[in-house]
């Protein structure tokens, strides 16, 4: 959301990284702030101004509005609404491509996956973002604007290590790597057991970036959690190229293979949500008000209906165009998406039609 939005040298609209930060923030904060991706949401209309953060932040509207038209529209001979546009279908295109590369390179079809999202603005772009990467289902978990700082604090305590410690598989030296290993483990668990305690039993994941030598390119290679010997060459050949064909469906016979570098990573042991989902009931979302959202589809404003997500019970649905308002952020959902809330309070996204 904080991202700065502007036009580059080629007269085109480019959004961040630079981001405007919470200090002076974006302009809507009232604090002098150059335009970025919030105040586009704002002049969009998705964001209700007297509602963020619960109405304990009132944004200054006229504020985003001027930044949006003095940096964007100005230049380009855009109006207000369409620079916001701009801005908000740059970063959703962003955001959409830079998911393509991610599941391309993992081998993946993007078209079967589910996008989550979380973070402050992440559910006000997700419909969009999803309508780009030709996705059905989005899911928005309860307390998504603050999910990192939830995770944070659910994760188990765990510490990674990388180092360098070049090797071929040709002339694979155990002594050598179980050293290196070692000392990594030493070093990790000392820091894990600060926090976990010295009665924690703990976990070691470990792995190595390898490549074919003559590549300018590694890979990361699961390894066993234990001491190697020299015969365990074969089992290191197996998975980088187990590995590798993951990847790049083949195998590159006759040629050595370097490891570039050891991970480990030393973690206290996950505990388990015990959340039970609650039984749905059948229901319609009751709007608390009534607010015109620009619409990239028709390139017009809509009169859209807000609704509080606290007041969604499991199992009701809102069905698209709509907008639902929690203290820190909002989701959209978009004309082709319907949302229903499910026993765990999550709202999911489902594609009109499938």
Not at 121 to 137: D, Q
Request: overall charge negative; glycine content about 12%.
């Amino acid at each position: 959301g904080g991202s700065i939005a502007r036009v580059d040298a080629m007269g085109r609209i480019a959004v961040g990284p630079d981001s405007a930060g919470s200090e002076p923030g974006p302009a809507c904060y009232g604090r002098g702030g150059r335009a970025t991706v919030t105040d586009a949401d704002l002049v969009l209309g998705r964001i209700d101004p007297a509602a963020f953060s619960g109405g304990r932040i009132r944004l200054d509207a006229p504020a985003a509005e001027g930044s949006v038209a003095r940096g964007i529209g100005e230049r380009l001979g855009l109006t207000a609404e369409f620079a916001a546009l701009g801005i908000s279908e740059m970063v959703d295109e962003n955001m959409a491509n830079a998911a393509r590369v991610h599941t391309i390179e993992s081998g993946k079809n993007v078209a079967e996956r589910t996008l989550i999202a979380f973070g402050g603005a992440a559910p006000l772009h997700a419909a969009r973002v999803a309508e780009k990467l030709g996705l059905s289902r989005v899911l928005v978990p309860t307390n998504a604007g603050v999910g990192s700082a939830i995770g944070f604090l659910r994760a188990p305590i765990a510490f990674e290590i990388v180092r360098s410690h070049m090797q071929r598989l040709s002339h694979f030296d155990a002594v050598a790597a179980n050293r290196v290993l070692g000392e990594m483990r030493a070093e990790a668990e000392a820091i894990v057991r600060r926090g976990a305690g010295t009665e924690v039993k703990l976990e070691e994941r470990r792995s190595a970036f390898m490549r074919y030598r003559g590549q300018g390119h590694e890979i990361s290679v699961p390894l066993p959690a234990r001491d190697f010997g020299d015969a365990d060459t074969p089992l290191l050949l197996a998975a980088f190229e187990a590995a590798y064909r993951a990847l790049y469906s083949r195998a590159i016979p006759g040629v050595d293979i370097e490891i570039l570098s050891w991970v480990t990573v030393v973690s206290a042991p996950f505990v388990a949500s015990e959340e039970v989902a609650q039984p749905l009931e059948a229901g319609v979302g009751k709007p608390i008000s009534r607010r015109k959202v620009f619409d990239p589809g028709t390139g017009e404003f809509l009169e859209v209906p807000f609704y509080r997500r606290e007041t969604l019970r499991p199992g009701w649905t809102v069905e698209g165009p709509a907008v639902i308002e929690e203290d820190e952020t909002s989701t959209v959902v978009s004309p082709a998406f319907s949302a229903r809330v499910d026993g765990f309070g999550y709202i999911e996204l489902r594609r009109r039609g499938e």
